[in-house]
């Protein structure tokens, strides 16, 4: 398990600055970092624990100038001490392949080789549950729904009917995939519920946080789009569209029919409108409410939102308004005098 | 499964414009539509496409004034458009009335006929389920808590003990209702737990979305009106009563003990505080703050939240404090200039 | 079960002024309460229903000045009231310590006595599983996971594998704790995972409202303190420690690394950026957006938040606004004038 620093220089493509003979046995955040440990410096808000750490060695990334006995220094220091994580600290153990004998699986589902479907697990007739895939326990998979290959379904997860899950996806507990789409019309008898008879597609590589809700489409398909991560008690719509490689972070809602397109970054509690479109490279802040478009590679903050700067203005401005206030006052003030 | 356009006319009760022998086969978006397929014009946002698909047909409103091939001009295009989804796209297979063998199922339940009870499904002690009544999977019935007649209870569902659900109910994936209302008081050695007695009523005709939480009342019931319908996400603390044909969208919070009056609409990521009343059809615009009464038939904007046109105002004031600014700076000069 | 005046003062600790051999047979809200029963005034706001209850007797607090038949005066009217709660209102029945049948408890699960494992729970191996614990039906407890020693999980509730819940916590239904904490890194080949190796730690007689998420720490744990109060749909990010004594009300999101001091209260919907500190007995209003550190004792508002009273000022100078541009307006008007 230990790591002379020398190796650790090399799994993790980084220059070493310092004693490549120190042994390392752990991991540990810098402001807690021990003799033996070897910490990262990935937030340059931490910089200053830099004097105060014990650690034996820090990975730095190239901008980082300032000493310490032994540095790695790499380009991506998330990567670099991702590699760390893994190797000084174990795993849960992984289920063996097995049909759990407590779990109820469909003599018409459609079953890979080495899946895991764990007790209490529910697959309905025709869903597919392909080579690889764990399914954990208590979750439910629909009527013709799909777990693509080695996806990992944590316990307490629904998938409803006609709803595909690609491969290499992870989804985290408790999260419900499929839920009718919020369609109603108001009607002179009261309410009429609109059918909901699109599906889901969660395409290869992403991952979803716990408690999610990500609605059918009413005639297509929602969609989430190849290695977009969401983090958890996220909404999507119905038939909204999220393109690859996009961050959504929490409790964040898309209204229906919206689409995101690729590389797209949504903080927190943002809100975004139904029928808009999030152009590429976008990114929201959060909180932030989007109530219309959002071209290309534009930030948006506040709500409603504006471009960045110009919300930054507006709350600056704000702040101002009583000594515009008093401005005005001293105007008047003088002008009553020159009156006078 | 094949419909001439005369047919569709007859069933949406519309007015056919153009050839009613054309068959349709299938439903699509009015972006995505091809020959063969009807589709339907609901949001003038998506006018545009009429110039560009390539439906067989589409159905419009009363005021669409353009023009095409074939058009079915109805009252409520929702309406006459569901109408499609349910013939054209057929809907899983329902599950035969049975009680699952891996359900558990207190020998004391009351249990009506042609109800269905899915696998690991637990129904407690003195619990209720009506005629007709669906629980699907892994959901879970406390003691004396009701499923009303005909009510269909989607996988995972948690009814708390002596809450009660009423008839033609649809509760969705992840939700629970019953859990303890937040009631605590600070004393000198910590915080104390006010019990919670109360329970939750479900009215009939009411959906709620996936991953919501409505907490039971401390004394009297936390009550959801006839028809009104609640998306994804969304929190009622306790003792709040909401009316009758409300929408409640994704994500939006009820603070405890405040009462929503009938037809009220509440867009996405709402809060509105605890012990306020909102008026009879009112309507709370999306990430809206609620803080005060709202009167009846006033919609209401932004946080604090305030009546709409005054609120858009405010942000449009907001957006000239700059040229102000400027303005206050000119005169000041003036001033200077004129005092010499 | 019933009770007269006299002996709910002895019971309440409170004072009584009136008659002490009024009869007592339930509780009930003050705009609802009947003869015979049991009332509290907690909230100022519903002082006026002082004049139109037709309850026997009213708990009140130290400050209330009115006149009533029957009142039982005491220093903490929840707490009052609460003993009330639970003399006039009976609990549902306990579960009966057990294994149930349909749970799927590991052989490697260290189990406590008189403890209660419901049908469909799922227990890993190495779990522990304290004295006098309750899991509630459907639930799940991880590898390696803890519940301590008379705590409660309600129906649905996850805990991944090393998450360590503590004494006397109840934990509500549909809450997941330890998902994986959001860390990813942008690398050329799209996102790459940053492996979540730490645990959760919910202290002794925390409380978590329904369908919370808690994520897991990257190195070390996440943590709830002591006593600490969550109410419904909160998330909590990685690495995030909550002080003791705290109140967190429903929709509030804490972001990844952010400390919260003790005894601070945060508010519905609040988001609080990650890598921040709030400081002792700090409170922050509902929906605020915290950007930054906040000092022990303030009390912060609004998005982005400030001082409370500064916020306050904020808001009331947007809506004066309009009336400085009209001063302006006249201003300029003046000068024009007297340029003439």
Redesign the interface.
């Known amino acids: 398990m230990q790591l002379k620093l020398s190796r650790i220089a090399e799994v993790t493509e980084g220059n070493l600055e310092g004693d490549g003979s120190a042994v390392i046995h752990d ?3 810098i402001q ?1 970092a021990e003799e033996g440990e070897i910490t990262f410096l990935g ?1 340059p ?1 931490y910089e200053h624990y830099v004097q105060e750490t014990n650690a034996e060695a820090i990975i730095v990334g190239p901008d980082f100038s300032g000493d310490y006995k032994n540095l790695i220094r790499v380009e ?1 220091v ?2 670099a ?2 590699k760390m ?2 190797h000084f ?1 174990p ?3 992984q289920p063996e392949p097995q049909i ?1 004998p ?1 779990a ?1 699986v469909s003599e018409n589902a459609i079953l890979g080789i080495n899946i895991y479907i ?3 697990v ?1 697959v309905e ?1 025709e869903a597919v549950i392909e080579n690889g895939a764990v399914v ?3 979750s ?1 998979i ?3 729904a799909r777990v693509g290959a080695n996806s990992l379904i ?3 997860v ?1 998938l ?3 709803c595909a899950v690609g491969e290499n996806v ?1 989804i ?3 999260t ?1 995939i499929g ?2 789409g ?6 002179q008898e ?6 909901q ?1 699109g599906g889901v597609v969660i395409e290869n ?1 992403v ?1 979803i ?5 990500i ?1 059918r489409g ?3 398909n929602t969609r989430v789009g190849k ?1 977009t ?1 969401l ?3 996220i ?1 999507l ?1 119905h ?1 909204v569209e999220v393109g690859q ?1 996009c ?1 959504i ?3 964040t ?1 898309i ?1 229906g029919s919206t689409k995101v397109d690729n590389g797209v970054t949504i903080a ?2 943002v ?1 975004i ?1 139904g ?1 808009v479109k999030i152009g590429k490279n976008a990114q929201i802040a ?2 932030s ?1 989007i109530t219309k478009d959002v071209p290309p590679n534009t930030t948006m903050f ?3 939102a ?1 471009e960045h700067s ?1 919300a930054r ?3 600056v ?6 000594k ?2 008093e ?2 006052k001293k ?2 003030q ?2 009553e005098t ?2 006078g």
Chains 1, 2, 3 share one sequence.
Request: charged share 25%; proline share 5%.
């Open positions: 991991v540990s955040e807690n937030n808000k991506n998330s990567l001490f991702s994580l893994d600290r795993s849960p153990p759990h407590q109820t764990g007790p209490n529910v007739d954990k326990a208590n439910y629909g009527y013709k944590h316990p307490r629904t409803y009917n006609n992870i985290h507990s408790g419900v839920s009718d919020y369609g109603f019309t108001r009607t009261g309410i009429e519920k609109i059918p008879k590589n991952e946080g716990a408690n999610c809700t609605d009413t005639i297509s290695g991560k983090d958890n008690l909404q719509g038939n490689y961050f972070v929490a409790q809602g209204a927190g509690q809100g409108a029928h959060a909180k409410g506040w709500y409603p504006r110009k203005k507006d709350i401005n704000i702040r101002r308004i009583s515009l206030k401005r005005i105007l008047e003088e002008i020159m009156k």
